[in-house]
């Protein structure tokens, strides 16, 4: 019953390092999702991919890449940190693209950047 | 573009009282409105949603209307539970949209014993 599950829960990083944030679902869903978590702002998303081999920009993907895997791998990848980036990261999957689809998240990567 | 606002918070309220977070949105269109939840620690969870206008979205004692005329998606539950402490996040989406759910910023929500 593990649904989304992201690793890892958390991850200290100096400014310019690199890292890749894993994350896999088990529910054969087709779209997956990456998300950041500031204070008093809500969830924003960064990238997302539609089906298996598309990805696409969201509202904020600079600094950011993604590699949709296969069906149940999306992985997000900070190339060069900064604190700027300190965040929590949520990935979610669901079904289809669609208006009435629920999204199903994991429970985050809480990333600090120094 | 598309926004939701909703009541800053934190809102504190003691054990059995009625609670209300205000959620309003700006769309070109109908979306469908969503409510989640995020309990300390954890990711977020859907807790109700309504996809056009009238719909009641109901669940674990919470309740929403999707009222059009007003642009609103407001939360309601009767008698809150100290287990109820969580943020609260409304959301909207299109159906077909390829940028998926547009989240307000979230209300803090304790309830205390």
């Known amino acids: 019953n593990a649904g989304v599950t992201q690793t890892p829960k958390f991850q200290v990083l100096k400014t310019g390092q690199s890292m890749t944030l894993q994350c896999a679902q088990d529910?054969?869903?087709?779209?997956m999702y990456w998300y950041r978590q500031d204070p008093g702002m809500g969830l924003r998303l960064i990238y997302y991919?539609?089906?298996?081999?598309?990805?696409d920009k969201g509202e904020v993907p600079n600094g950011y890449n993604v590699s949709r895997l296969n069906k149940r791998e999306f992985s997000l990848r900070l190339e060069s940190a900064a604190p700027s980036q300190t965040s929590v990261y949520f990935c979610a999957s669901s079904v289809g693209q669609g208006g009435n689809q629920p999204q199903h998240f994991g429970d985050g990567t809480r990333l600090s950047i120094l | 573009g598309n926004s939701v606002t909703q009541m800053e918070g934190p809102v504190t309220l003691s054990e059995e009282a009625f609670l209300t977070i205000n959620c309003t949105y700006t769309?070109?269109?109908?979306?469908?409105l969503f409510w989640y939840v995020q309990y300390p620690g954890e990711g977020l969870q859907l807790l109700l949603k309504?996809?056009?206008?009238?719909d009641k979205g109901s669940n674990k004692g919470f309740e929403a209307t999707y009222r059009k005329e007003t642009t609103s998606f407001h939360l309601e539950k009767g008698s809150v539970q100290v287990s109820d402490s969580a943020v609260y996040f409304c959301a909207l989406s299109f159906a077909g949209s390829a940028r998926q759910l547009t989240f307000g910023s979230g209300t803090q929500l304790t309830v205390l014993p």
């Open positions: 991919s539609a089906s298996e081999g598309t990805t």
């Open positions: 769309a070109t269109g109908y979306p469908s």
């Open positions: 529910m054969n869903h087709n779209s």
């Open positions: 309504a996809t056009k206008a009238d």
